[in-house]
């Protein structure tokens, strides 16, 4: 270690860290200070004091235990896909990275379960299950590189959300660590624990500030049968609704319905080269991916879809191919905003039933106080969460336009207020949306949320300032 950073440090914490967990890496290298230190936002910069890459539970637990004694703030990483600020390192904290926590155990084919530590890669995680005709449901863009500790830490939604629920649905058991070093197991591999209070929720969606998870029992869903993959052009957001609607209500189960504007579609041919394919450009497209879609079923339902005027054009894929090719157009968007422009990013969530009137009226005020902006709208419509990205006009510099975005989020938060939404739909709240929970959380519920970190980390060592100032 370089003494310029560990000097920052208490150096009783240092030599007491190396003490008790001596095979532990820990690096104060700039580069890794600066990898670790940050997350997919680029709003503050990285200012970590040191890594530090446990292997093991009893690492971590030493590891929190030493920090809590002398008052070292610990800030949690996986695999920083995060887009809320949650796994900053912004105050010369100590980044506890789970880049080499990545064991994964024999899938449990009869208890239909896999143990895995908190590093796991949420695709490898996929890959290991399959080879026994299992998967666990929780599936996103950003699967190649998060960590299934960070997915549980945010409570993370997905594209399968609408088939399966969020992460929580999908986790029977965890390994916490809490400040103090105590490792907590909560409720194992069971299905059924009824037995006082679920403390396993309690840490899930957290944010890693209230405990660390360093292991957890995943439970399992059987592979997908059949899947049918389609993208529609369509003309309107209320035809987008209407088209929900009735694939809802067809004979087949409905896995994925998502759809982005075509701004969004316009970045991600600058970027990734690649077209939707129709000939026309169309304001609004929709992916759908059903299960089990029978073919006459299918072919029913396109036709009644046209019919009904809910689509203007359309295509099925035909085979593996080109229903990647079909899922590239929607999950390569995000990447693309930020290789093609300064995107303003929020994730917000409406009940469905909300969600036309809200984005009606998020539109005329959009074009009344901030004319000329362009706005890439995408996300999962069939669980009420939209991405809005704002995109940095080119003639303005970058400190006039995050002025001015702040300005514009409490114009949207207020909208998303009024009809009853979430500023933060499944990318928490982190450091950068911790202004706004007032508008979906009451002073009541934040006031227990306080009251509940005091109680478990009452130095205030655990990621400290995200999610609200104590």
Not at 107 to 135: I, N, P, S
Request: charge should be negative; include cysteine.
């Amino acid at each position: 270690m370089s003494e310029a950073h560990a000097s920052a440090l208490p150096a009783p914490f240092l030599v007491a860290l190396r003490e008790a967990a001596p095979q532990m890496a820990i690096s104060d290298d700039a580069d890794d200070r600066a990898t670790f230190g940050r997350d997919y936002t680029r709003v503050h910069e990285p200012n970590a004091s040191l890594v530090v890459f446990p292997t093991t539970t009893t690492e971590v637990s030493h590891t929190l235990r030493l920090a809590n004694e002398h008052g070292v703030a610990i800030v949690p990483s996986g695999g920083r896909t995060g887009l809320a600020g949650g796994a900053l390192a912004t105050n010369g904290e100590v980044v506890l990275s789970f880049d080499r926590m990545r064991r994964m155990d024999p899938v449990d084919v009869l208890g239909g379960t896999v143990r895995v530590q908190a590093g796991a890669v949420t695709q490898a995680v996929h890959e290991h299950c399959a080879h026994a005709g299992l998967t666990w449901p929780v599936d996103f863009a950003s699967k190649g590189s998060s960590h299934v500790g960070g997915n549980i830490a945010t409570n993370a939604g997905g594209v399968k959300v609408l088939r399966y629920g969020l992460t929580r649905q999908w986790v029977l058991g965890l390994e916490v660590v809490l400040a103090s070093g105590e490792v907590l197991e909560l409720n194992g591999a069971l299905e059924k624990n009824n037995t006082g209070q679920d403390l396993r929720q309690l840490f899930i969606g957290s944010e890693g500030t209230l405990g660390v998870v360093t292991e957890a029992t995943l439970k399992l869903a059987k592979l997908p049968g059949k899947l049918t993959v389609a993208l529609f052009a369509v003309e309107d957001l209320a035809k987008v609704l209407d088209l929900f609607v009735k694939v809802k209500l067809g004979p087949f189960t409905l896995c994925a319905y998502e759809f982005f504007t075509a701004a969004c579609l316009a970045r991600l041919e600058r970027h990734r080269k690649v077209r939707a394919p129709f000939a026309e450009r169309h304001p609004y497209y929709v992916l759908v991916e059903l299960e089990h879609a029978d073919d006459a079923a299918l072919e029913t339902f396109v036709g009644e879809t046209f019919e009904a005027g809910l689509a203007k054009d359309g295509v099925l894929a035909q085979h593996e191919g080109e229903a990647r090719a079909l899922w590239e157009l929607r999950e390569g968007i995000s990447e693309s905003l930020s290789a093609t422009g300064l995107p303003h990013k929020n994730d917000i969530a409406l009940p469905l039933a909300q969600l036309g009137s809200f984005c009606a009226r998020f539109g005329e005020v959009f074009e009344t106080r901030y004319p000329g902006w362009e706005i890439c709208l995408f996300g999962h419509v069939g669980d009420g969460n939209l991405h809005v990205n704002v995109m940095k006009p080119d003639t303005m510099d970058k400190p006039t336009f995050l002025t001015k975005t702040k300005e514009a989020d409490a114009d949207m938060f207020a909208l998303v207020k009024e009809h009853g939404g979430s500023v933060s739909a499944e990318h928490g709240i982190g450091l950068l949306k911790k202004h706004a929970l007032a508008y979906t959380r009451t002073e009541a519920e934040i006031s227990l949320m306080r009251a509940t970190k005091r109680l478990l980390d009452p130095n205030g060592i655990l990621n400290p300032g995200k999610i609200f100032d104590l």
